[in-house]
């Protein structure tokens, strides 16, 4: 079946804009994770959606970053005011469920985001 | 808080010869989950093996294998017979039984295969 999906591919936008980076998991996945890979902090976790229960933000670097998920599907990531540093590849991924066996976490292939 | 170590940020190896990849982390809890992800240029990160923390025994698929031990908090991966397809960064990552769901990873390895 089709695995998790996220667009743009690649986003170029100027210091100051907001951006929207989109996440579709895999379908009936209750789970999404949202990570960002840089090349100076690695692979870090930014949020966590489980089911209709608040979302675990523990991972936000800046009140500019905020993301919500749809009727538990479709999940969107917004960076207001981006500013050089947020330049990264953003990855999405989704699990079955939350815990457990089926608790493994399935990526999709990333957006880029260069701010200049 | 949990952390990763990879200490070997690149390694080469022969087609066909056998390579580890080293891992250690971090944690106080009993009860966790361990995992290799490989992230080849693609971008996609796909999971290559896991471990529960309960269980004694190593996990294996196919040509992967790995050498838990939960005492020595290491978790090393070992790829036999190395296929040029194998060439990736590898990433071990570290996922709490309760709580956080989140995964820690380490810095990953840069793995080259040498035809």
């Known amino acids: 079946g089709a695995g998790v999906s996220q667009s743009p591919s690649n986003k170029v936008t100027e210091k100051g804009k907001d951006v929207e980076l989109r996440c579709d998991p895999i379908?009936?996945?209750?789970?999404l994770y949202w990570y960002r890979q840089s090349l100076g902090q690695g692979l870090e976790f930014l949020i966590y959606?489980?089911?209709?229960?608040?979302?675990?933000k523990s991972g936000l670097p800046s009140d500019r970053f905020s993301a919500e998920r749809t009727g538990g599907s479709v999940s969107t990531l917004t960076i207001q005011r981006t500013q050089q540093e947020d330049s990264a590849v953003y990855l999405c991924?989704?699990?079955?469920?939350?815990?457990?066996?089926?608790?493994?976490?399935?990526f999709g292939p990333g957006t880029r985001l260069t701010v200049l | 808080a949990q952390t990763v170590t990879q200490s070997q940020p690149e390694m080469s190896v022969q087609e066909a010869e056998t390579v580890t990849l080293s891992c250690t982390y971090d944690t106080s809890e009993s009860d966790y989950y361990l995992f290799w992800y490989k992230q080849p240029p693609s971008r996609q990160m796909i999971l290559v093996i896991r471990?529960?923390?309960?269980?004694?025994q190593n996990a294996t698929e196919n040509r992967f294998s790995v050498n838990f031990q939960k005492a020595a908090k290491s978790f090393s991966l070992k790829i036999s017979d190395s296929q040029l397809g194998d060439a990736a960064m590898y990433f071990c990552a570290y996922r709490s039984a309760q709580g956080a769901q989140k995964l820690v990873f380490g810095q990953g390895t840069r793995l080259t295969i040498n035809p």
């Open positions: 471990q529960e923390a309960y269980k004694q």
């Open positions: 991924a989704s699990s079955l469920v939350a815990s457990g066996v089926s608790d493994t976490q399935y």
């Open positions: 959606f489980q089911g209709n229960s608040a979302p675990d």
């Open positions: 379908s009936g996945h209750t789970a």
